[in-house]
C-alpha cells in the first residue's frame, strides 16, 4: 500500500502545504527528465503478490499480524485487511533462466510461508477474490493495526461523504440461467481488501516509458481475459474478474453528483496516450486532491544540486493514492533513482506456474509492441483500449475485443493467431532462454486451447457442486478447498480438470 503514515488526523494548512510540495517535486522531476539524470539497468522482472489468509473451514482469517510474525520474513508484509499479507519478490534479470528459478524460488517462499502460518491457524491462498468473504467481513474492526490503512480508509469516507455503494449484475453460472446482483453498502473501504492482484514491475528508460506504458494499456483487456480468477464476490456469480469492478467502486471518492460531473475516478484507466512518463504525474497532481497529505522539509532543487537523489516523498505518497491499472512510479534505491511501470490487472493465482506464464506474456508481449515500427496504440482508439479492459472482465476468456486489422475477435483467438509471436519475440529480445519461453508461453498457449482459466474452473466447480444439491455456500467453500488443494500441488490451471 505504500509509505507509512505516522500521523492521525490533517489540517486545511497541511493540505495547502502538500500541495505546494507536490508542485515542487514536479518542477524537479521535470528537471530530472530534461537532464537524463536516472539510471537505467538491465531489464529485470519485480513482482508483487498479494495474498489471502484462510482458516481450517476456509474462512477468513483476520490474523495477519500473528502470521507475519510466524513467518518472519522482510519479504512479506501487511496489506489493508486483517485477511491479507504480500510477498515482494526482489527484482531480479528477465534473461535467460530468470523466470524459470524465480517459479522455483517462489515455490519454495510460499510453501515455508504457509507451513508457518499454519502455526498461526491460517494458510495462504493465492485468488483473485477469496470466495467465503461476506458482507460481515468488511467492518472497520478488521482493518489492519497500521495507521496508514484507518486513515486512508477515513479520508476516502470523508471526500465521498456517504457510505460506499457496490453494485454489478453477474453473468450466469448455467446457460440459460438467471442473473445474480450484488447491491450492498458498505461504511469502510475493505471491499478493496477483497481484491488481490499479482503487480508486475519494470524498470523503463524515460525515454522509452510512453512507448511502454501505451503498450501496456492497450493489451490490458488481454491480460484480464486470459488470466481471470475472480468470478465470486460477497456469495454472488458476477463477472469473470469482479476484481476489476469491486476495486473501482470501492475506493471512488465520488459522490453520484461529481460523477455525473464527468469527476475522474481514483481507481483509473486514464484517458489518453501519452508522449513522456511526466503527463501522468502531472495529471495525478492537477486531477486528483490529497487523500494523504504528508509533507517533508525537503527541497528537492538542494538534493540535485549536492548531486544526490532527491525522495520526492509528496508526490510519492499522492502517486500512491491513484490506482492506476498502469501506475508509474519514482524510486530512489542504492547510488540513484530509476523509473518504473508497474502493472495491476493480474488477478493473484491460480497457481506459481499461471502467475509466471502471465509474467513472461506480460513483459514478452510489452517490449515487443513497444519495439515496433508502427505504434499499436497508432492504431486503436483510447477508449476502444478501456472497453477492451471492462468487455474482458466482464466475461473473460470468452469475450469479444476490439484488434487493429481484426475488428471485433475473442482473446483466444487474438492470442493463437498475433499475440504469442510477438510475445516470443519481445522474449528473445530480452535474451530469455528459448526452453523457459516456450514453457510459458505453452502454458498460455494451453489456457487459449482450452478455454480454461482459473474463472472458469471456479464457476464450472460452484455450478456442479449445486446441480449436485449443495448451498451456494457449501459450493464455495468445497470450491474453495479443492482449489487449495490444486494452488499447492502447482500444476498450471488449465490441467486441472485431469482428474
Not at 38 to 63: C, K, R, T, Y
Not at 290 to 300: G, I, M
Request: net charge negative.
Amino acid at each position: 500500500m505504500g509509505d507509512s503514515v505516522d500521523v492521525r488526523s490533517f489540517t486545511r494548512q497541511d493540505r495547502t502545504r502538500f500541495r505546494l510540495q507536490v508542485g515542487r517535486c514536479l518542477d524537479a522531476l521535470a528537471t530530472m527528465l530534461a537532464e537524463g539524470q536516472f539510471d537505467v539497468s538491465e531489464p529485470q522482472l519485480g513482482l508483487e503478490i498479494e495474498l489471502n489468509l484462510v482458516d481450517d473451514a476456509g474462512d477468513p482469517a483476520m490474523s495477519n499480524e500473528a502470521v507475519l510474525e510466524a513467518i518472519a520474513n522482510p519479504a512479506f508484509q501487511t496489506e489493508l485487511g486483517q485477511f491479507n499479507i504480500e510477498i515482494n519478490v526482489a527484482p531480479r534479470p528477465l534473461d535467460g533462466q530468470g523466470i524459470g528459478q524465480l517459479e522455483t524460488t517462489l515455490r519454495m517462499a510460499l510453501n515455508a510461508a504457509d507451513e508457518r502460518a499454519r502455526s498461526a491457524g491460517s494458510g495462504l491462498a493465492m485468488i483473485g477474490m477469496l470466495p467465503t468473504l461476506d458482507e460481515h467481513h468488511f467492518t472497520e474492526q478488521w482493518i489492519s493495526a497500521d495507521p496508514r490503512y484507518g486513515m486512508l480508509g477515513q479520508q476516502v469516507l470523508a471526500a465521498r461523504g456517504e457510505d460506499i455503494e457496490l453494485q454489478l449484475d453477474g453473468r450466469s453460472l448455467r446457460e440459460g440461467g438467471r442473473r445474480e446482483t450484488l447491491d450492498i453498502v458498505c461504511d469502510t473501504i475493505l471491499p478493496e481488501a477483497a481484491c488481490t492482484s499479482v503487480q508486475l514491475h519494470l524498470q523503463i528508460p524515460p525515454e522509452e516509458f510512453a512507448s511502454y506504458w501505451n503498450s501496456a494499456q492497450a493489451i490490458a483487456g488481454v491480460q484480464v481475459a486470459l488470466a481471470a480468477n475472480s468470478p465470486f464476490f460477497a456469495g454472488r456469480a458476477l463477472w469473470h474478474e469482479t476484481r476489476i469492478p469491486m476495486f473501482e467502486q470501492a475506493t471512488d471518492t465520488r459522490p453520484q453528483e461529481l460523477k455525473n460531473q464527468g469527476v475522474r475516478p481514483r481507481v483509473w484507466f486514464g484517458e489518453r496516450w501519452i508522449t513522456s512518463i511526466f503527463d501522468l504525474f502531472e495529471e495525478n497532481s492537477r486531477y486528483f486532491p490529497a487523500l494523504l497529505p504528508v509533507w517533508t522539509q525537503e527541497d528537492p532543487f538542494q538534493v540535485l544540486a549536492r548531486g544526490e537523489s532527491p525522495a520526492l516523498s509528496e508526490l510519492r505518497m499522492h502517486n500512491g493514492t491513484i490506482y492506476r491499472w498502469n501506475r508509474p512510479i519514482y524510486d530512489v534505491g542504492e547510488g540513484g533513482h530509476h523509473l518504473r511501470l508497474e502493472n495491476r490487472v493480474l488477478p493473484g493465482g491460480p497457481s506459481v506456474a499461471d502467475v509466471l506464464a502471465d509474467a513472461a506474456f506480460y513483459y514478452g508481449l510489452v517490449r515487443s509492441l513497444a519495439d515496433a515500427d508502427r505504434p499499436l496504440w497508432s492504431q486503436m482508439t483510447f477508449d476502444a483500449a478501456e472497453e477492451n479492459l471492462h468487455s474482458a472482465a466482464r466475461d473473460g476468456i470468452e469475450s469479444r475485443l476490439y484488434w487493429p486489422e481484426m475488428g471485433w475477435v475473442g482473446p483466444r483467438e487474438l492470442v493463437l493467431r498475433r499475440l504469442l509471436p510477438a510475445a516470443a519475440e519481445g522474449l528473445d529480445a530480452y535474451g530469455v532462454d528459448a526452453d523457459v519461453r516456450d514453457r510459458y508461453l505453452g502454458i498460455i498457449e494451453q489456457r487459449c486451447l482450452t478455454g480454461r482459466n482459473g474463472a472458469v474452473w471456479q464457476r464450472e466447480q460452484v455450478a456442479a457442486r449445486e446441480a449436485a444439491g449443495e448451498s451456494r455456500s457449501a459450493a464455495l467453500h468445497g470450491m474453495l478447498a479443492e482449489y487449495l488443494q490444486r494452488m499447492h500441488e502447482g500444476e498450471p490451471v488449465h490441467t486441472w480438470w485431469d482428474r
